[in-house]
């Protein structure tokens, strides 16, 4: 039993307000891009200082896009490498996803007391990076009928155009992201899939943000533009005092 209530809070990062340049203007909080370090840094740290938080409370991945879960209790030295999620039961502590087109899944548990951020690409998604965070969520004591989520924005299904035996593999894994693009071809809407993910697997509350990142010029895609930044989703646990 918690000693003390607890909140989730999340936020959804967009481009507005940083200090990179071009092609990473402004609010670029990617490290891996080929922007300024010294820009990403002073992005990095306001989003700390947005925070109210020192910016070692900033826990952030090396996304491999595969399904590589971490649980952390504390600040750690630089990225967890070769991650996919991060989960963690310490108050104050926020977990970072960047995306340009994937989607960001904000998930949290507050009876138990226990928050996850997961990079959902299309090969993360079709080998199991949405059940492996639940199953770490669970052995912190999160239940599922307890856990709502948030998936950020993403590119749109009418924007994915993939080859169709891609859809199929991604369809199998995660019902309903088959869709037909703008053009008519195969797509996938990825957020539809990971939310049919999410629902049977207990989860009942999931609310997606509805912006396409590839439509939205305040967003950044990868898609869209190639060489670019990246934006993210945070979460983490606030006491409730």
Same mark, same amino acid.
């Given at each position: 039993?918690?000693?003390?209530?607890?909140? %989730?809070?999340?936020?959804?990062?967009?481009?507005?307000?940083?200090?990179?340049?071009?092609?990473?203007?402004?609010?670029?909080?990617?490290? /891996?891009?080929?922007?300024?370090?010294?820009?990403?840094?002073?992005?990095?740290?306001?989003?700390?200082?947005?925070?109210?938080?020192?910016?070692?409370?900033?826990?952030?991945?090396?996304?491999? /896009?595969?399904?590589?879960?971490?649980?952390?209790?504390? %600040?750690?030295?630089?990225?967890? %490498?070769?991650?996919?999620?991060?989960?963690?039961?310490?108050?104050?502590?926020?977990?970072?996803?960047?995306?340009?087109?994937?989607?960001?899944?904000?998930?949290?548990? %507050?009876?138990?007391?226990?928050?996850?951020?997961? /990079?959902?690409?299309?090969?993360?998604?079709?080998?199991?990076?949405?059940?492996?965070?639940?199953?770490?969520?669970?052995?912190?004591?999160?239940?599922?009928?307890?856990?709502?989520?948030?998936?950020?924005?993403?590119?749109?299904?009418?924007?994915?155009?993939?080859? =169709?035996?891609?859809?199929?593999?991604? =369809?199998?894994?995660?019902?309903?992201?088959?869709?037909?693009?703008?053009?008519?071809?195969?797509?996938?809407?990825?957020?539809?899939?990971?939310?049919?993910?999410?629902?049977?697997?207990?989860?009942? =509350?999931?609310?997606?943000?509805?912006?396409?990142?590839?439509?939205?010029?305040?967003?950044?895609? /990868?898609?869209?533009?190639?060489?670019?930044?990246?934006?993210?989703?945070?979460?983490?646990?606030?006491?409730?005092?």
């Amino acid at each position: 039993m918690l000693t003390a209530a607890v909140r %989730p809070r999340r936020v959804v990062t967009d481009r507005r307000g940083g200090r990179s340049a071009s092609p990473y203007d402004t609010f670029n909080l990617g490290d /891996h891009v080929g922007d300024e370090p010294t820009a990403v840094a002073a992005n990095r740290a306001r989003v700390a200082r947005e925070l109210a938080l020192g910016e070692e409370r900033l826990v952030w991945m090396n996304q491999v /896009h595969g399904t590589g879960v971490a649980v952390v209790d504390g %600040p750690q030295d630089g990225p967890v %490498p070769a991650t996919d999620a991060l989960v963690t039961r310490t108050r104050g502590l926020v977990l970072c996803v960047l995306v340009a087109d994937c989607v960001p899944i904000l998930l949290a548990d %507050p009876v138990a007391g226990v928050v996850a951020a997961v /990079h959902a690409g299309r090969e993360g998604v079709r080998r199991g990076i949405v059940p492996a965070a639940l199953s770490a969520m669970a052995s912190l004591g999160a239940r599922a009928r307890n856990v709502t989520a948030l998936l950020g924005p993403a590119v749109c299904g009418q924007c994915y155009e993939v080859p =169709e035996p891609m859809q199929r593999d991604v =369809e199998r894994v995660a019902p309903g992201s088959a869709v037909p693009t703008r053009a008519g071809t195969a797509g996938l809407d990825l957020r539809a899939g990971v939310a049919e993910i999410l629902r049977r697997a207990g989860i009942d =509350e999931v609310v997606q943000d509805p912006r396409c990142t590839v439509e939205d010029p305040l967003l950044f895609s /990868h898609r869209r533009d190639g060489v670019t930044g990246r934006q993210a989703g945070l979460v983490w646990l606030e006491d409730d005092r």
